[in-house]
């Protein structure tokens, strides 16, 4: 059973919408699929009606984050997206990101880069707008070769010259709010160093005591010795270990399945949700 846990569609910052998204998973044979947007979960409905036979959906979103002034991502599976306080929470990240996004192009402005806000939002679409979208837009204007080499000091890393904070969760309350809307949450790509700072191992420690289920250990982003410390600390600490690809259509280079997480722990997302149930596509036997 090949199971991958962390996927974007258009409803974000990926390039497939997400009934795309879907059908190019069962395509790469996929069993299970989970759709986790940044901060958003409107891509759920289109994916659950285009789902095909045999694959089953994991609803979930990436939730965006902050502690100790260090930005972190927390997967959010299988929580009820209508459950008013995390759902207040996910539009108040959401919401910030258009005023952070303008705020990021003036500052591309005075840097002598034409971009505009019409761009940037025509390639976002309906989607909650970030960097990639921002990158896109410096890819179409020549001004970068590829949406990889925006993320640098000079342009858009964090804080690099373009650079604009938004609002982010802090994630003890995060971890909280998905429990209690009924969700499993995971702490995604812990040891990506080349995004920036990344979060002490005594916080992941507390962040376990307060609830945290898991971490994603397998992913592009880590490179073997981190992956080796980041399972040690699991173990030491009772967490689950996820591995997953971060698909984000054609604005990354990793393709879905790249990276996979165990049936057991799968099983033992879906023992401990209860939110939100996985979705069996049509006729599917559902797992
Ligand atoms: P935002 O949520 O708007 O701050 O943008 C963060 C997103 O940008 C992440 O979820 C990644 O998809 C992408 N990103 C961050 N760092 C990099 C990088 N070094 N190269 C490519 N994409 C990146
Ligand atoms: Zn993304
Ligand atoms: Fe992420
Ligand atoms: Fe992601």
């Known amino acids: 059973m090949r199971i991958d846990l962390h996927c974007h569609s258009t409803a974000s910052d990926g390039t497939d919408t997400p009934a795309e998204l879907v059908r190019n998973a069962a395509a790469a044979g996929l069993d299970v699929v989970a759709l986790t ?5 409107r891509g759920h409905a289109e994916a659950v009606a285009a789902l095909p036979e045999g694959l089953t959906l994991v609803t979930g979103a990436e939730l ?19 459950e008013p306080a995390l759902l207040a929470e996910r539009e108040l990240v959401r919401d910030d990101r258009v005023p952070r996004a303008k705020g990021m192009i003036a500052k591309l402005n005075e840097l002598g880069v034409p971009v505009t806000w019409e761009q940037v939002a025509r390639i976002a679409g ?7 979208h921002i990158a896109s837009a410096l890819v179409e204007l020549g001004v970068v070769p590829t949406v990889g080499d925006a993320f640098t000091e000079e342009w858009l890393a964090d804080g690099g010259r ?42 992941i420690a507390e962040l376990a005591a307060a609830g945290l289920d898991g971490v994603e250990v397998d992913h592009m982003d880590h490179d073997e010795p981190a992956r080796a410390r980041l399972r040690g600390l699991a173990g030491e600490l009772g967490l689950l270990v996820t591995g997953s690809s971060d698909y984000h259509g054609s604005r990354k280079t990793c393709v879905l399945g790249e990276y996979t997480t165990d049936p057991e722990v799968y099983g033992e997302i879906t023992r401990r949700a209860f939110g939100a149930f996985p979705v069996p596509g049509a006729g599917g036997a559902g797992v």
């Open 37 to 41: 947007d940044h901060d958003t979960t």
């Open 64 to 82: 965006s984050c902050r502690v100790d002034g260090v930005s972190m991502h927390l997967l959010a599976y299988l929580f009820d997206p209508e």
């Open 126 to 132: 309906d989607g909650s707008v970030g960097r990639p």
């Open 162 to 203: 373009a650079f604009v904070e938004k609002h982010e969760t802090d994630p003890f309350e995060a971890v909280r709010l998905v429990k209690a809307a009924g969700g499993v949450t995971v702490f995604a790509h812990p040891a990506a160093a080349k995004r920036g700072r990344t979060v002490s191992e005594a916080r």
